[in-house]
């Protein structure tokens, strides 16, 4: 019948059955793992990571926020959602391609929950955009968080930790300030002892604070090209309003020529100013005809996606007409892209690139774990703000830092009295003449960790080149990204640890434990036959 009417079938694409969320901390007897699980290697990297992430806390952090249904189609599970995020940006994919890879990878699909290999793909690619938006910077914050205590926990086992006062990758100092009970305590006094050691330990740990631009996937904005695309879409806007049942004439536009006079000056390999500052004011258009259009309808026409480019257009026009009345190349606000108009210019004096456009972020690194701290879409000093960051590390942590390792945009006056105040001890070249700061207070490279992970983070995660086009799914992607960097460092930290604990294991009858520096000085020799057996 609809083949009559001559209306097209729906296509009915085949999606892989969703699974259901199982907590990984239910027992499984020894025998009983599905053949899936039992023919996966166990040193592969998203078999470690899958078995080391909390994933009841993290897929509580996002039902929380996205919330239960109990009607309706049951929902996708939590961890298929947050592992699939960790996916793409991990492998630094786009949404179609990951898709893709979770229905050709069967270790992909063992770190979704899976407990079987489907062919099918998991969700349609478009989905994405709904994940980021519940996936918001408090949520993935949140993950962070989880993520950095699970590294915290693996840290203090027996045998795993760092040394005592060992400073790790631009992170913590493990020393602990507040004083230890004596042995020869009774329990009840060692616990008293123990609960005001806990309360005086007010300052523990390092901290490395830095800023940094993540550039939008825009093109690169000029005054020329944004005033001849936003004419394109005003005319696209009056071809819409346009009814002749309502309006007497269509408003001349003189589309053509001013397309012709925008290729003549945008087509030249030199252009002068004076060639330049002439075409942008053949490009500037009233606006006021598209208003006399709207004003013959009864209810406003457009649709929210139409009303947002028409507010676009006409700021935009306001903004050109403003610079180009006062011969100025500086506005407040200004708009450098119509389809991504929360985008402001951000000023970093780059050698490479002077000014990028996107969002501004501030990072706390600790123990090699970046924490995002701030992030904006207009240009802030992150000096005048350090305080805000001191606080948020006492928030995360309980007490304040006992360092501060910072670049010299913090080290005002200001800020060094607070510190100080607060006996909080800042790396940073004192105040005062050359002659009279003989001592080096900051090795060059002790800021190369921080620098180091907005390095990788733009080399290898697309930091560098955010693709989301709305504001709160580029936010979610640029915290999905620091997510990912602390994900690698923790799978990293995982499968030593992991050895310890086995060795330990094996070794517990003879009352003999092993530690990290035993394995770094070779004293066990670990045969990878034998660890490749064990159940990690």
């Not at 991990?90 to 079987?116: H, K, P, W």
């Not at 045998?159 to 004083?179: F, I, L, M, R």
């Not at 003549?264 to 252009?271: E, G, M, R, S």
């Given at each position: 019948?609809?083949?009559?009417?001559?209306?097209?079938?729906?296509?009915?694409?085949?999606?892989?059955?969703?699974?259901?969320?199982?907590?990984?901390?239910?027992?499984?007897?020894?025998?009983?793992?599905?053949?899936?699980?039992?023919?996966?290697?166990?040193?592969?990297?998203?078999?470690?990571?899958?078995?080391?992430?909390?994933?009841?806390?993290?897929?509580?952090?996002?039902?929380?926020?996205?919330?239960?249904?109990?009607?309706?189609?049951?929902?996708?599970?939590?961890?298929?959602?947050?592992?699939?995020?960790?996916?793409?940006?991990?492998?630094?994919?786009?949404?179609?391609?990951?898709?893709?890879?979770?229905?050709?990878?069967?270790?992909?699909?063992?770190?979704?929950?899976?407990?079987?290999?489907?062919?099918?793909?998991?969700?349609?690619?478009?989905?994405?955009?709904?994940?980021?938006?519940?996936?918001?910077?408090?949520?993935?914050?949140?993950?962070?968080?989880?993520?950095?205590?699970?590294?915290?926990?693996?840290?203090?086992?027996?045998?795993?930790?760092?040394?005592?006062?060992?400073?790790?990758?631009?992170?913590?100092?493990?020393?602990?300030?507040?004083?230890?009970?004596?042995?020869?305590?009774?329990?009840?006094?060692?616990?008293?002892?123990?609960?005001?050691?806990?309360?005086?330990?007010?300052?523990?740990?390092?901290?490395?604070?830095d800023a940094t631009a993540c550039p939008q996937d825009i093109a690169y904005p000029t005054d020329l090209g944004l005033l001849s695309e936003s004419r394109e879409k005003?005319?696209?806007?009056?071809?819409?309003?346009?009814?002749?049942?309502?309006?007497?004439?269509?408003?001349?536009?003189?589309?053509?020529?001013?397309?012709?006079?925008?290729?003549?000056?945008?087509?030249?390999?030199?252009?002068?100013?004076?060639?330049?500052?002439?075409?942008?004011?053949?490009?500037?258009?009233?606006?006021?005809?598209?208003?006399?259009?709207?004003?013959?309808?009864?209810?406003?026409?457009?649709?929210?996606?139409?009303?947002?480019?028409?507010?676009?257009?006409?700021?935009?026009c306001q903004q050109q007409r403003k610079m180009f009345d006062d011969n100025k190349h500086t506005v407040e606000d200004r708009i450098v892209s119509i389809h991504q108009?929360?985008?402001?210019?951000?000023?970093?004096?780059?050698?490479?690139?002077?000014?990028?456009?996107?969002?501004?972020?501030?990072?706390?690194?600790?123990?090699?774990?970046?924490?995002?701290?701030?992030?904006?879409?207009?240009?802030?000093?992150?000096?005048?703000?350090?305080?805000?960051?001191?606080?948020?590390?006492?928030?995360?942590?309980?007490?304040?830092?006992?360092?501060?390792?910072?670049?010299?945009?913090?080290?005002?006056?200001?800020?060094?009295?607070?510190?100080?105040?607060?006996?909080?001890?800042?790396?940073?070249?004192?105040?005062?003449?050359?002659?009279?700061?003989?001592?080096?207070?900051?090795?060059?490279?002790?800021?190369?960790?921080?620098?180091?992970?907005?390095?990788?983070?733009?080399?290898?995660?697309?930091?560098?080149?955010?693709?989301?086009?709305?504001?709160?799914?580029?936010?979610?992607?640029?915290?999905?990204?620091?997510?990912?960097?602390?994900?690698?460092?923790?799978?990293?930290?995982?499968?030593?640890?992991?050895?310890?604990?086995?060795?330990?294991?094996?070794?517990?009858?003879?009352?003999?434990?092993?530690?990290?520096?035993?394995?770094?000085?070779?004293?066990?020799?670990?045969?990878?036959?034998?660890?490749?057996?064990?159940?990690?």
């Open positions: 019948m609809d083949q009559v009417q001559g209306k097209m079938q729906k296509g009915s694409k085949k999606r892989a059955s969703a699974p259901t969320f199982v907590s990984p901390s239910q027992l499984v007897l020894s025998g009983f793992e599905t053949p899936f699980s039992q023919k996966l290697i166990r040193t592969n990297r998203w078999v470690i990571l899958g078995e080391r992430l909390p994933w009841d806390g993290l897929c509580n952090v996002y039902t929380r926020q996205a919330g239960l249904s109990h009607t309706g189609r049951p929902p996708i599970s939590p961890r298929v959602v947050i592992g699939s995020l960790i996916i793409k940006h991990m492998c630094n994919l786009d949404d179609r391609e990951t898709v893709a890879q979770i229905a050709e990878n069967m270790y992909m699909q063992y770190f979704l929950g899976y407990s079987s290999f489907h062919p099918e793909p998991p969700f349609d690619a478009s989905l994405f955009v709904g994940f980021r938006s519940r996936m918001g910077l408090e949520q993935i914050g949140a993950i962070n968080e989880r993520v950095y205590a699970l590294y915290q926990s693996m840290m203090s086992d027996k045998g795993a930790g760092p040394a005592a006062g060992k400073k790790s990758d631009g992170g913590e100092n493990h020393t602990d300030t507040g004083p230890e009970p004596c042995a020869g305590q009774p329990d009840g006094d060692r616990a008293e002892g123990g609960q005001q050691a806990a309360e005086a330990v007010t300052h523990k740990g390092r901290v490395l604070l005003a005319e696209e806007l009056i071809d819409e309003i346009y009814d002749r049942a309502l309006h007497d004439r269509k408003p001349r536009t003189y589309r053509k020529a001013a397309r012709k006079e925008f290729l003549k000056i945008a087509q030249k390999k030199d252009k002068s100013k004076a060639a330049i500052r002439k075409g942008v004011g053949k490009q500037l258009r009233d606006l006021r005809s598209i208003g006399q259009l709207l004003d013959k309808y009864d209810r406003f026409p457009l649709n929210p996606r139409q009303q947002k480019y028409l507010m676009v257009v006409h700021t935009l108009p929360h985008v402001r210019p951000i000023v970093r004096g780059k050698a490479a690139a002077k000014v990028e456009f996107g969002a501004k972020v501030h990072v706390s690194l600790v123990d090699g774990y970046a924490f995002l701290d701030e992030l904006g879409w207009d240009a802030f000093n992150e000096g005048s703000h350090m305080m805000q960051y001191v606080q948020k590390y006492r928030q995360r942590f309980g007490h304040y830092p006992q360092e501060i390792l910072a670049d010299q945009i913090y080290c005002t006056r200001e800020n060094r009295k607070i510190l100080k105040e607060k006996g909080i001890k800042l790396l940073a070249k004192p105040l005062g003449r050359p002659p009279a700061v003989k001592k080096e207070h900051v090795r060059p490279g002790e800021r190369n960790p921080i620098e180091g992970k907005f390095g990788q983070g733009k080399t290898a995660y697309g930091l560098d080149n955010i693709k989301a086009r709305l504001k709160d799914t580029s936010e979610s992607w640029i915290a999905c990204i620091f997510l990912v960097l602390n994900l690698v460092k923790l799978a990293g930290a995982a499968p030593y640890c992991l050895i310890v604990k086995i060795l330990n294991k094996c070794f517990s009858a003879t009352g003999q434990l092993l530690t990290v520096s035993q394995l770094q000085t070779n004293a066990v020799i670990i045969r990878p036959t034998s660890f490749l057996k064990c159940k990690l």
